[in-house]
């Protein structure tokens, strides 16, 4: 396993949870992970990526303002932490490993990927 995202559970509207994505070694750090998540009957959906270099961040609008993404290379690891959530924000999260290719939001465009973890959010 080269990817391994973890954190999700159950967590009512409003409150919060932070994923981590756990790689395998350093050959990671310098690479632009992103964070995607997929609703029952829907696409994969970008949320969020961190570049290998500058450690520069970008969120989807749906999420902006509200989640925080970020890297700490000792412990190979990118964080997601989601605050405010919303029971829209239900879905299998997975972080992945852009090609360096092609549109960095397109999840076509990421070549490794880790097995997903659940986020639900309730009412």
């Known amino acids: 396993v080269q990817l391994q995202a973890s954190g999700g559970g159950l967590v009512q509207a409003g409150g919060s949870l932070r994923l981590s994505c756990t790689t395998s070694?350093?050959?990671?750090?310098?690479?632009?992970i992103g964070w995607f998540r997929q609703a029952p009957g829907r696409g994969r959906e970008f949320v969020s990526r961190?570049?290998?270099?500058?450690?520069?961040?970008y969120y989807a609008d749906s999420v902006k303002d509200r989640f925080n993404i970020s890297r700490d290379n000792a412990k190979n690891t990118i964080y997601l932490q989601m605050n405010r959530l919303k029971i829209e924000d239900t879905a299998i999260y997975f972080c992945?490993?852009?090609?360096?290719?092609?549109?960095?939001?397109?999840?076509?465009?990421?070549?490794?990927w880790g097995r997903g973890t659940q986020v639900t959010v309730s009412s």
């Open positions: 070694g350093r050959t990671f750090n310098s690479k632009t």
């Open positions: 961190i570049s290998g270099r500058w450690d520069i961040t």
């Open positions: 992945a490993k852009w090609t360096a290719s092609g549109t960095p939001t397109d999840p076509l465009n990421y070549d490794v």
